[in-house]
């Protein structure tokens, strides 16, 4: 059974550009959630779908995020426009059932300038 | 506010001693509480878990002791191998709760993370 996958691993962007974040989750995974982890600090619960729905998106920093999961497959995490404090690693994490055995992703590594 | 707070930061041990990593919560909605181990370059992998209504679940060299009155709980490494070197993340989650689609309160809350060095 493959993994979840994140794409780009890394991601280097100035400030007030546009960046994309892509996660695949498990198959069959119906529930994917995303974190963010600062440096320094902890994981930090960004939101949670289940399949296309947004089930919790309380984490979500400001309107410059936004998630989708068109399809219940994929999702894609879009920061318009990046500023610096958005630096840090992004988390995929996805399970099958309801939070219990979350497996996460790689990680994409964003660095704002 | 920090919901579970983790100690100590940084640890090193010598190959063949315990690892001790400790945490703490408030909340007592808290139901489940995993722990993670995360090797450099990787996503956090679930090590190990434990639900309060038991205080000590073990699995091979890795035991989490669970003191619900305390609001702590601790993940032990027995005989720590230099192959345990990680980042471990302690973490908990509410209870879903109720709700038309069982409540959506999946979400796990994370402590800072605790590096672990093991000598050879």
């Known amino acids: 059974e493959a993994g979840v996958t994140q794409f780009p691993s890394h991601s280097v962007i100035e400030k007030g550009q546009t960046v994309t974040l892509r996660c695949d989750p498990i198959?069959?995974?119906?529930?994917l959630y995303w974190y963010r982890r600062v440096m320094g600090k902890e994981i930090k619960f960004l939101l949670h779908?289940?399949?296309?729905?947004?089930?919790?998106e309380s984490g979500m920093p400001n309107n410059r995020f936004l998630a989708e999961r068109t399809g219940g497959t994929y999702s894609t995490l879009k920061v318009q426009p990046a500023e610096l404090e958005d630096s840090g690693v992004y988390f995929c994490?996805?399970?099958?059932?309801?939070?219990?055995?979350?497996?996460f992703g790689p990680g994409t590594r964003l660095t704002v300038l | 506010q920090q919901q579970v707070k983790q100690s100590p930061q940084s640890l090193i041990v010598q190959k063949g001693g315990i690892s001790i990593i400790n945490c703490a919560y408030e909340?007592?909605?808290?139901?489940?509480f995993p722990w993670y181990q995360q090797f450099p370059g990787k996503g956090p992998a679930l090590l190990i878990a434990?639900?309060?209504?038991?205080s000590e679940k073990k699995e091979g060299r890795f035991t989490i002791s669970f003191n619900k009155s305390a609001k702590q709980f601790s993940l032990h490494i027995m005989d720590s191998q230099p192959g345990d070197s990680a980042t471990y993340f302690c973490?908990?989650?509410?209870?879903?709760?109720?709700?038309?689609?069982?409540?959506?309160?999946?979400?796990?809350?994370f402590g800072k993370g605790t590096l672990l060095t093991v000598n050879p």
């Open positions: 994490a996805s399970s099958r059932n309801r939070g219990l055995g979350q497996f």
């Open positions: 909340n007592t909605a808290f139901d489940y």
């Open positions: 198959s069959g995974h119906d529930n």
């Open positions: 973490a908990a989650r509410r209870h879903p709760g109720g709700g038309r689609s069982g409540g959506s309160n999946y979400k796990l809350t």
């Open positions: 434990i639900r309060p209504d038991v």
């Open positions: 779908f289940v399949k296309e729905s947004k089930q919790d």
